[in-house]
């Protein structure tokens, strides 16, 4: 499966996302000059309302995989990371198990095995 690019991913939710609640304002206005009926309304909402769910969870999750890289890991936890060994700041564990997280962009978590916590993204 091809990955997409995480900055095209963003731009593409962001847009579609605004699009669809551009509509759903129109279908809110609309639905307000025919006497506000519920029908109307109701769907004008689910079309603001669902996408704006959709980018306040899914970007930041994006914004996540992308900025808490190994790289970044090393400079926050020093003392984790020696050379190619890397441990579990929580646990001191150097047991790291990689899962595959987003397949659309190609993010791996890096796990601790043994207290469960993700010590970064690749």
């Given at each position: 499966?091809?990955t997409?690019?995480?900055v095209?991913?963003k731009i593409?939710?962001?847009?579609?996302?605004l699009?669809v609640m551009?509509l759903?304002?129109?279908?809110?206005a609309?639905?307000?000059?025919?006497?506000?009926?519920?029908l109307?309304?109701t769907?004008?909402?689910?079309?603001?309302?669902?996408?704006a769910s959709v980018m306040?969870?899914?970007l930041?999750r994006?914004?996540?995989?992308q900025?808490?890289?190994?790289?970044w890991?090393q400079?926050?936890?020093p003392?984790a990371?020696?050379?190619?060994?890397?441990?579990c700041?929580?646990?001191?564990?150097?047991d790291i198990?990689?899962h595959?997280i987003?397949?659309q962009?190609?993010?791996?978590g890096?796990?601790?095995g043994?207290?469960?916590?993700?010590?970064f993204?690749?």
């Amino acid at each position: 499966m091809k990955t997409m690019n995480p900055v095209r991913l963003k731009i593409s939710i962001s847009a579609l996302s605004l699009l669809v609640m551009a509509l759903g304002a129109v279908v809110m206005a609309s639905s307000m000059q025919d006497g506000a009926n519920s029908l109307g309304m109701t769907l004008g909402a689910l079309l603001i309302l669902v996408p704006a769910s959709v980018m306040v969870t899914r970007l930041p999750r994006l914004w996540r995989y992308q900025v808490q890289t190994r790289d970044w890991y090393q400079t926050t936890y020093p003392a984790a990371v020696s050379g190619e060994r890397v441990a579990c700041f929580s646990c001191g564990s150097d047991d790291i198990e990689t899962h595959t997280i987003n397949r659309q962009t190609g993010h791996n978590g890096h796990i601790c095995g043994q207290c469960d916590t993700t010590l970064f993204y690749s």
